[in-house]
Each structure stands twice: as C-alpha cells, then as structure tokens.
Nanobody, 125 residues
C-alpha cells in the first residue's frame, strides 16, 4: 500500500516556475515508477511526465518537454516535478501516481495503482 500526498501548487504568472512535490508513505517506494498527470476543468486527465523506479529513465509529454523536469529521491520517498516557463494552458490540478515498475506503460492512467489527491496549479496571463 502506498499513500501519496502532493504539495507545491499555487498561482503564478506566465513565464514563472513552480516545483511540485509528491511524498509517499511505505517502504516499497523504490519498486514503483512514478508519474505526474494533470486535469483541467472539463477535460480528461492527461499524462505529463514519468520516471522509472531507480530514476534512470524519464519520459515527457511533448507539451512540457524542455520546460518540466521530473526527479525522485528514493531515500526520502519523494518524486518532484520542476515546472519552468509556465503557460496559461498548464493550468490544471496536478496528480502524482505510482505504478509497479515491471512495465514501462506510463502514459495512460490504467497501470497506476495509487494516486494523490491533487494540487492546483494556476498560471495567469
């Protein structure tokens, strides 16, 4: 069982930066790949970024590539999302999620077993 809690959301102007953090409970954090998703009002939840269980592999949606960076610290049970050059279209509730590391199917929500409650990110123009 893994419990996830996101933090770091807020209101920022376009071009600004935010750092989201996902804190995980449990001793098996290092066996899970971690993903970040986001959901804007009236839209489906969409993939943002993922990182493998040991941090050696990452993957980004094209919409955030070059602006966002995902990282993890298995000693601290955390997975972070550094967001730079934010745009109004990045406004959404951001969720972290954990999935077993045995496959690298990271862009859909189905493989993820555990989800956080979400944190709001609002980017003003």
């Amino acid at each position: 069982q893994v419990q996830l809690v996101e933090s770091g959301g807020g209101l920022v102007q376009a071009g600004g930066s935010l750092r989201l953090s996902c804190a995980a409970s449990g001793r098996t954090f290092s066996t899970y790949a971690m993903g970040w998703f986001r959901q804007a009002p009236g839209k489906e939840r969409e993939f943002v970024a993922a990182i493998s269980s040991n941090g050696g592999r990452v993957y980004y949606d094209d919409s955030v590539k070059g602006r966002f960076t995902i990282s993890r610290d298995n000693a601290k049970n955390t997975a972070d999302l550094q967001m730079n050059s934010l745009k109004p279209e990045d406004t959404a509730v951001y969720y972290c999620a954990a999935k077993p590391a045995r496959t690298w199917e990271v862009v859909t929500t189905t493989p993820y077993n555990y989800w956080g409650q979400g944190t709001q990110v609002t980017v003003s123009s």
